[in-house]
């Protein structure tokens, strides 16, 4: 079984902090995802990786970086927190294998992060 | 062009009823039509996907139905037991350009006993 982990399943931080949110998933995946994820607007992406230090912009990157260094780690950075930065941020991963869009993405449990 | 559309927000069916969620999206450029299925604390996991050269895919008690000149496909759970209470999600995708997965906003499904 894919196996995504979350570094924390809870997160407080303050505003203007500099967060980092950690994934790790041991299939040798090849793609990354971050998403977050709030009532009533689904997952958004936020920055994808097809392999090691690539990185693509989502739908809603404003205030975040990533860092994808390891094949197996891909970081979520928030610059300078802000309290509308306060969500269920979720990571995922792939297969880059045959048709790639029709490979399932494995989810980890996600962080819910509090910006104060 | 890359939005995909859900409803209804929220759902509460009876057991032994059937579930009924929509879709419908604007990009013709989306192939492939998976539904996520989200517990409590968990994160999304893939429940059952479709392509759109069929109309119809049937998993257990599962089963999409795809309209392809509607571009909308909707997800139906026969006989639902109060175990299938979790949010549903609907994404698409294409086989070109971003390859990552557009979700619909979600529906919560509760499942009375």
């Known amino acids: 079984d894919v196996k995504v982990t979350q570094s924390s399943r809870y997160l407080v931080k303050r505003t203007g902090e500099k967060v980092f949110l950690e994934c790790v998933q041991d299939m040798d995946h090849e793609n990354m995802f971050w998403y977050r994820q709030d009532p009533g607007l689904g997952l958004r992406l936020i920055y994808f990786?097809?392999?090691?230090?690539?990185?693509e912009k989502g739908d809603i990157p404003e205030g975040y970086s990533v860092s994808r260094e390891k094949k197996e780690r891909f970081s979520l950075i928030l610059e300078s927190a802000s309290t509308n930065q306060t969500s269920m941020y979720l990571c995922?991963?792939?297969?880059?294998?045959?048709?790639?869009?029709?490979?399932?993405?494995?989810f980890g449990d996600g962080t819910r992060l509090s910006i104060l | 062009q890359q939005q995909v559309k859900q409803s209804p927000q929220s759902l509460i069916v009876q057991k032994g009823g059937i579930s009924i969620i929509n879709c419908a999206y604007e990009n013709t450029a989306f192939d492939y039509f998976p539904w996520y299925q989200q517990f409590p604390g968990k994160g999304p996991a893939l429940l059952i996907a479709i392509r759109p050269d069929v109309s119809e895919k049937k998993e257990g008690r599962f089963t999409i139905s795809f309209n392809k000149s509607a571009k909308q496909f909707s997800l139906h759970i026969m006989d639902s037991q109060p175990g299938d209470s979790a949010t549903y999600f609907c994404a698409a995708i294409g086989d070109t350009g971003r390859r990552a997965l557009t979700f619909g906003s979600g529906t919560r499904l509760q499942v009375q006993p």
């Open positions: 990786s097809y392999d090691v230090k690539m990185k």
């Open positions: 995922a991963s792939r297969e880059n294998r045959g048709r790639v869009s029709n490979q399932p993405q494995h």
